[in-house]
């Protein structure tokens, strides 16, 4: 004989735990007008009330001579609020019933292991321990599979015993007619369906269901009467089980899935709402985003056609430049400046050779590192360079009209009924393309983002933004949907057609990944979701569970999410040049060089990869307390030590761009700071100290003067000396308020802020 345990065996729920039948069940009682009868009360609360009248219900009924409890016992422990009539008891009941019905969906592999024993004439039995009556519970078992019309059904409820104790095997033992040797029992709970079983001599094979991940735990905390929360994760555990989903598959269907198709399903629904025929999705984000969204069109049948657009940063942003749209700053500013140390560097930003940039930058630059306040300073000098600017219009004249070919050539503008779909980012490439369309068409352009980093207002974008926010480890997005193959750097005209020219920085390397185990993942997840919203009428278009997910993988996640999300190949802060690891591990020789011997240098001098935050997540206690210990002496005299070692010359000088005074000076501040600053003018050559005062003169020497004698010299400017910013800003408004010109006053910031 074989016997079956049922829930969780043969048959599962929808939701990601079986009280979120009971979250479903309030959502329906607040909006179904079927049950406006019941008390306000009952039905905001349901779920809690459910929950703990069957705890009631249990200590009150259970005993020796009845083991379990009915739904009639449940529902009598509720009617103790007295508000509830009979009939209005009898509701709920059915209500429950109905639910449990309508979310029950089979697990078929062991739904065919009791097929292929029936067929095989062996004796089938099924066991389940549950307080629903078995005709209710045989409903739900002839709804996914026929099969289970005539097996007989034992339901401890109805027998006054348990499987966890062992009475209902007894029980059953004494009703059939079998050989004890040859009684096979399957279940999922280690303690009822096995131990309890084996106990009573019964063979048993243990099935291993899909436990919950530590993700979804952490995201049902507090949360389990959420029913978005409940179907969402129950979708994608039940996607995991019956694919047998495992590694990045299994990654994909639990967090890639679930955080995407939300987004998804709200640009189809605003596309349907404003009349949008033509989604564009923009390479590379787009790639996963248009599986999705095909997925759900071709599910519905909706009216949207969707197409993939070629495009990138490097393919866009140039080709953009025209007399309307020629800010040398603002290219800059969105083109992560804290990295652009070089003339090398700075030429990547414009695409041209060193050689070429070389021409149109002063020769103090060439040659050398500078810091970001004087590549602050370059790039003022470069928007007022009107030569520069007009290279560059001529260089990308021919690059622009190709990109134009491609854009008339791939995109269908007889209307405005289209729109892009991106994921994340500034929104400025977007603007750059609305820039470069304008060539050809004369109305703004529509986005949907997910989430975009800045606020715009351009009169030839209108974006669509998903979720207005900027998340901690905001660009981890990127990095959770990458597409299988490099970034477009261009186009090239083959015959009469414009291809995109593509390299292969990421492509190859992500594969040997198991990007595409990922992917699949998340298309499985897609395609199971979309049955559960088919039975239900949730809206899928909901934060709740994006947010606790990205607070989940940025702040506390489990080993297995942070390795593959750390050791997802990423360009490098997407700059599009180097590609690393998103979050490598970190050496206790980059620990000691980053947080110990570093001080104003940019992070990505000693680290390689693309979020440092990330990186200490993955660090162990032992590395954790060094980080720790490294950082309380970066400052003191183990970090001077440190430096003064690497450097051999303790020179708090070393960042600040000296070489850029000329003429006469005025030192403003005879700190620690001021002196450093005046040992260092005295040996430059184009520059003369004339004067130096402090509003504490009077304690500082015959060197110093008062503030009041500023004036009664000759200068050309004031150079404030002192570190901190606010103290900075109080001493320059100050000097102005005595009537010296603002133009006159310099104060370096190194930490200095772009757009």
């Known amino acids: 004989m074989y016997s079956f345990d049922v829930f969780d065996t043969l048959i599962t729920r929808t939701t990601a735990t079986p009280k979120g039948i009971f979250a479903l069940m309030q959502d329906k009682l607040l909006k179904d007008k079927r049950y406006d009868t019941i008390p306000e009360y009952i039905k905001k609360n349901f779920f809690e009330l459910r929950v703990h009248s069957e705890e009631l219900a249990r200590v009150h009924y259970t005993n020796r001579r009845c083991e379990d409890i009915t739904l009639e016992q449940i529902y009598s422990a509720l009617s103790m609020t007295?508000?509830?009539?009979?009939?209005?008891?009898?509701?709920?009941?059915?209500?429950?019933?109905?639910?449990?019905?309508?979310?029950?969906?089979?697990?078929?592999?062991?739904?065919?292991?009791?097929?292929?024993?029936?067929?095989?004439?062996?004796?089938?039995?099924?066991?389940?321990?549950?307080?629903?009556?078995?005709?209710?519970?045989?409903?739900?078992?002839?709804?996914?599979?026929?099969?289970?019309?005539?097996?007989?059904?034992?339901?401890?409820?109805?027998?006054?015993?348990?499987?966890?104790?062992?009475?209902?095997?007894?029980?059953?033992?004494?009703?059939?007619?079998?050989?004890?040797?040859?009684?096979?029992?399957?279940?999922?709970?280690?303690?009822?369906?096995?131990?309890?079983?084996?106990?009573?001599?019964?063979?048993?094979?243990?099935?291993?269901?899909?436990?919950?991940?530590?993700?979804e735990k952490a995201a049902l905390e507090n949360k389990e009467d959420d029913s978005f929360?409940?179907?969402?994760?129950?979708?994608?555990?039940?996607?995991?089980?019956?694919?047998?989903?495992?590694?990045?598959?299994?990654?994909?269907?639990?967090?890639?899935?679930?955080?995407?198709?939300?987004?998804?399903?709200?640009?189809?629904?605003?596309?349907?709402?404003?009349?949008?025929?033509?989604?564009?999705?923009?390479?590379?984000?787009?790639?996963?985003?248009k599986k999705v969204a095909d997925i759900i069109i071709e599910r519905f049948n909706y009216d949207i056609d969707t197409y993939y657009i070629y495009g990138s940063r490097k393919a866009w942003r140039m080709p953009s430049f025209s007399i309307e749209n020629n800010d040398i700053f603002e290219i800059i500013s969105w083109s992560h400046p804290h990295l652009i140390n070089n003339i090398e560097l700075l030429a990547e930003v414009f695409k041209i050779s060193p050689h070429e940039m070389a021409k149109f930058v002063p020769d103090n630059y060439k040659n050398r590192n500078f810091t970001l306040y004087e590549l602050h300073s370059l790039a003022n000098e470069l928007n007022n360079n009107k030569e520069f600017k007009d290279y560059l219009i001529n260089h990308y004249k021919e690059e622009r009209q190709r990109v134009v070919e491609y854009l008339k050539q791939e995109i269908n503008t007889d209307d405005d009924n289209f729109a892009f779909v991106e994921l994340s980012g500034s929104g400025y490439t977007q603007e750059c393309l609305a820039n470069i369309m304008s060539d050809f068409y004369c109305n703004p352009i529509k986005t949907f983002y997910f989430k975009v980093d800045r606020l715009h207002k351009n009169e030839k974008c209108i974006f669509f933004d998903f979720m207005p926010s900027f998340l901690y480890i905001n660009y981890i997005i990127e990095v959770l949907y990458r597409a299988p193959y490099g970034h477009t750097v261009g186009y090239i005209k083959e015959k009469d057609e414009i291809k995109p020219k593509i390299i292969d920085d990421e492509g190859s390397i992500l594969l040997n990944y198991g990007i595409n185990d990922y992917i699949n993942g998340i298309e499985k997840f897609t395609k199971e979701y979309i049955e559960t919203i088919c039975r239900s009428d949730i809206d899928p278009a909901s934060l709740k569970l994006i947010l606790r997910y990205m607070e989940y993988i940025t702040r506390t996640p489990d080993r297995e999410i942070l390795d593959f999300v750390s050791d997802m190949p990423f360009s490098d802060s997407g700059r599009e040049k180097k590609v690393s690891k998103f979050a490598p591990k970190l050496t206790r020789k980059d620990i000691f060089n980053i947080f110990l011997l570093r001080l104003n240098e940019p992070v990505n001098k000693y680290y390689f990869g693309s979020n440092l935050d990330y990186s200490v997540l993955r660090c162990n206690d032992k590395d954790k307390r060094l980080i720790d210990f490294c950082k309380r002496h970066n400052r003191k005299l183990l970090g001077r030590i440190a430096r003064f070692i690497k450097r051999k010359n303790n020179d708090i000088m070393h960042d600040y761009p000296l070489h850029m005074l000329k003429g006469d000076i005025v030192l403003y501040g005879a700190g620690k700071y001021g002196h450093a600053f005046y040992k260092k003018l005295k040996k430059q050559k184009d520059c003369k100290i004339v004067q130096w005062v402090d509003a504490a003169y009077k304690e500082m020497g015959r060197k110093i003067s008062s503030i009041d004698d500023i004036g009664k010299v000759n200068y050309d400017f004031i150079l404030i000396t002192v570190k901190n910013k606010n103290v900075a800003t109080e001493i320059k408004n100050m000097l102005i308020e005595r009537g010296i010109p603002s133009e006159k006053i310099i104060w370096f910031d190194l930490y200095i802020q772009w757009l």
């Open 229 to 289: 929360i409940q179907l969402m994760i129950g979708t994608a555990r039940n996607a995991r089980l019956f694919n047998k989903a495992t590694g990045k598959t299994a990654i994909g269907i639990s967090i890639g899935g679930p955080i995407i198709f939300p987004y998804v399903w709200w640009v189809i629904s605003e596309s349907l709402k404003k009349g949008i025929k033509r989604l564009y999705f923009i390479a590379r984000d787009g790639y996963i985003l």
């Open 82 to 215: 007295g508000c509830l009539s009979d009939e209005e008891i009898n509701l709920l009941m059915r209500l429950e019933k109905d639910t449990e019905y309508e979310n029950i969906i089979g697990i078929p592999e062991n739904i065919e292991k009791v097929k292929k024993l029936v067929r095989g004439g062996e004796h089938v039995i099924l066991i389940s321990d549950m307080y629903l009556d078995s005709n209710t519970i045989r409903n739900m078992l002839i709804k996914v599979d026929k099969v289970f019309e005539h097996i007989p059904l034992y339901v401890s409820c109805e027998y006054n015993a348990t499987k966890g104790n062992g009475t209902l095997y007894q029980k059953i033992k004494n009703m059939e007619t079998y050989d004890n040797k040859k009684w096979i029992h399957c279940g999922d709970d280690i303690y009822a369906d096995v131990k309890a079983a084996e106990r009573c001599k019964i063979t048993t094979e243990h099935y291993k269901y899909e436990n919950l991940l530590p993700c």
